[in-house]
């Protein structure tokens, strides 16, 4: 008794100090505004367990591994709050107040962290967490959320007013809560429930996967790996596919088609972003002080990737590469997506697949997958669909590498298109799915998206295609890339092709366990680091680079309107403004400077030769630099002196292209 009155005294005393006693005086007092009285009176309090721990380990062990128990505990201290304190109707009796005690953290420990399936078996009723990506849920159905049953005995007692009001119970079924066996308390007659009472609300079945699964880049090998969750009431509306959370809940076993599955009843949903603590590693800060600010990005594509292809080679290709993984841990920084075209599609392929690895997530699409997603029966049978989630929606926050998109068909590239231009992925739901009309549910495409594009050999080209250096990919695809990179010349100089030979040497000493004596003063590790120094970055625009990148943006756009219809895309601001925050980023910059606005400016131009021919700036397309070239290349004080004189073509330009300043 003692150990009773001692917890429910805690309960008043943390519900005071936390502010839930007066969110819940607020809450009566909507209820007591509303003209008709309720059948059900929700509140919702929130617990910090740390700082419940902290005021009692007695409560605290209670909501911990008890935690039906400890709701009921604060829902006992709710009505008496609200009778003590006159909240309420006096009428209005203990069971009609519906508490729910939500979790905003978890103590990870091996009791309460679950990473794999097969761990959910051995778990106790208490709460558990579970950090996983979405990736894949069901339709929104409806659950029964409260409901007033009946005496049928009209002489009865139980017959009038509210005796007998079923709510749902986390971890309870649907016929735990609504039944025919329920008796009377006062004659023992069989209840009825009275169907127009009933409460529904929204209920949700969701898979998800750890995300270090999503590091091996093919879906097929992480399936059944998955956790199925049931989520409820506001959460359904919340959670996207490819979305990122730290699920808190308790185990519950149900049986779907004949077969038992152990879920986890979602108590709350935290979006996991934790950002890693990274000093600069030493090899990439002796240049960095070295004040290499003109050159400094230059220097990292020069070491990048530098196991797979020789120094020096694909440097544009690389450039952007790393200017796009920079943008990928800042959520208001748009996604760059890159497009490299080129005859070695193989040399192309394990430079993606290098740099992947520097992203926490990353998801290889092939044909026997699917782009955005796929609808098909829920396998639960708790709704009329399931949305299987694909490569597109999956690597959010992360890269989804298209590979070869040359030998795609064409109705995989639209989808691509179409994602790309609008920046968002469309579900299509069948009409045989929603027993009515078909209908499409869109979500934001928060994925960074790589491809390359081989080099065919065509003579008679079609007008819906773009063909420089023989290579065919529709112009509408082309445009939706945020950059192009070309990585053949137009003819081989005698110097590219030693590079050539040295790349594929490189390659192949990658390959070649013999080779890993192979030594880049940048190594893998330290690039690694690097990136999770930059996460921390946050980015800020100058008015002198965001006047430098409109000015462009309007005269080219004026420069390159075609008789054919094809202009600059109207979102080509938004891409250059994206590309220069991530390239001062890499460069450790919290504010984008001329010197980024200039930098992909240069870049932007270079992959617009591919649509419009050579540039209108005089850029040359230069994709690997020649070994004569590289002192100059990454000479800090040539580069500052190559910015300065394409700022004054940059104001010629302006002069021959006027336009209105938005």
């Not at 809940?249 to 709350?268: F, L, P």
């Amino acid at each position: 008794m003692e150990d009773s009155l001692s917890l429910f005294e805690d309960a008043v005393h943390y519900l005071d100090i936390s502010g839930n006693l007066k969110i819940i005086k607020e809450t009566a007092w909507k209820f007591k505004k509303l003209a008709m009285e309720l059948l059900v009176y929700r509140f919702d309090i929130t617990v910090n367990v740390i700082d419940l721990m902290e005021l009692s380990v007695s409560l605290g062990h209670l909501l911990l591994y008890h935690p039906i128990k400890a709701n009921a505990l604060f829902q006992q201290v709710i009505c008496t709050a609200v009778s003590e304190l006159n909240l309420l109707s006096p009428h209005i009796s203990e069971n009609q107040i519906s508490v729910r005690t939500k979790l905003t953290s978890l103590p990870r420990s091996r009791a309460t962290e679950v990473k794999t399936y097969s761990q959910l078996s051995s778990m106790g009723p208490g709460y558990i967490c579970c950090t996983g990506v979405i990736i894949g849920k069901s339709e929104t159905s409806k659950y029964t959320q409260s409901t007033r049953y009946i005496c049928p005995n009209q002489s009865c007692e139980g017959n009038a007013g509210n005796h007998f009001i079923r709510i749902h119970v986390p971890g309870a079924r649907e016929f735990e809560t609504i039944r025919k066996d329920f008796k009377c308390k006062f004659c023992g007659q069989i209840l009825e429930e009275v169907v127009s009472c009933r409460h529904l609300s929204d209920k949700m079945i969701a898979d998800i996967i750890p995300e270090y699964y999503l590091k091996s880049h093919h879906q097929s090998r992480f399936k059944q790996q998955t956790i199925t969750l049931v989520v409820r009431d506001e959460l359904t509306v919340t959670l996207r596919i490819g979305q990122k959370y730290t699920f808190i809940g308790i185990v519950r076993r149900d049986s779907y088609s004949d077969k038992m599955i152990t879920a986890i009843e979602v108590n709350s949903a935290l979006e996991d972003f934790i950002l890693e603590n990274a000093s600069i590693p030493r090899s990439i800060d002796n240049y960095f002080k070295y004040k290499r600010e003109y050159s400094f990005s230059k220097v990292l594509a020069y070491f990048f990737g530098g196991q797979i292809s020789a120094p020096g080679t694909f440097m544009k290709l690389k450039l952007s590469c790393l200017i796009s993984l920079a943008a990928i841990s800042n959520k208001q920084i748009q996604p760059i997506h890159i497009l490299a075209v080129g005859r070695d599609t193989e040399i192309l392929h394990r430079l993606f697949q290098y740099a992947m690895q520097f992203t926490q997530r990353s998801v290889g699409y092939s044909s026997g997958n699917h782009l955005a997603s796929k609808v098909v029966p829920d396998r639960y049978s708790s709704s009329n669909y399931f949305i299987e989630g694909g490569s597109l929606l999956i690597a959010s926050e992360g890269v989804c590498y298209m590979g070869n998109i040359t030998k795609f068909k064409k109705q995989t590239l639209e989808r691509l298109q179409s994602a790309l231009s609008s920046g968002k992925v469309l579900i299509d739901v069948d009409s045989k799915f929603t027993k009515g009309q078909a209908v499409s549910i869109e979500q934001t495409l928060s994925t960074t998206v790589w491809a390359n594009a081989e080099k065919l050999y065509t003579k008679k080209p079609k007008e819906d295609l773009l063909f420089t250096g023989d290579c065919s990919v529709p112009r509408n695809l082309f445009e939706s890339f945020s950059i192009v990179q070309i990585t053949d010349g137009e003819e081989f100089s005698h110097n590219e092709e030693v590079d050539f030979h040295v790349s594929y040497q490189s390659l192949k000493m990658s390959m070649d366990d013999e080779g890993s004596s192979f030594n880049i003063p940048v190594s893998f590790d330290d690039f690694e680091q690097y990136f999770k120094h930059i996460q921390r970055i946050d980015v800020r625009i100058s008015p002198e680079a965001e006047k430098l990148l409109n000015r462009y943006y309007l005269a080219t756009r004026k420069a390159r309107n075609l008789s054919d219809g094809s202009v600059i895309s109207s979102s080509t601001l938004s891409t250059l403004i994206a590309l220069a925050q991530s390239h001062a980023r890499l460069c450790l910059r919290n504010v984008v400077e001329e010197e980024d606005a200039l930098e992909v400016i240069q870049l932007y131009e270079e992959s617009l030769t591919i649509m419009f021919g050579p540039s209108i700036l005089s850029v040359p397309s230069m994709p690997h630099i020649p070994g004569n070239l590289l002192e100059q290349y990454l000479d800090n004080q040539k580069n500052k002196s190559a910015l300065q004189r394409f700022k004054a073509r940059l104001q010629q330009f302006y002069g021959l292209h006027p336009g209105h300043e938005e």
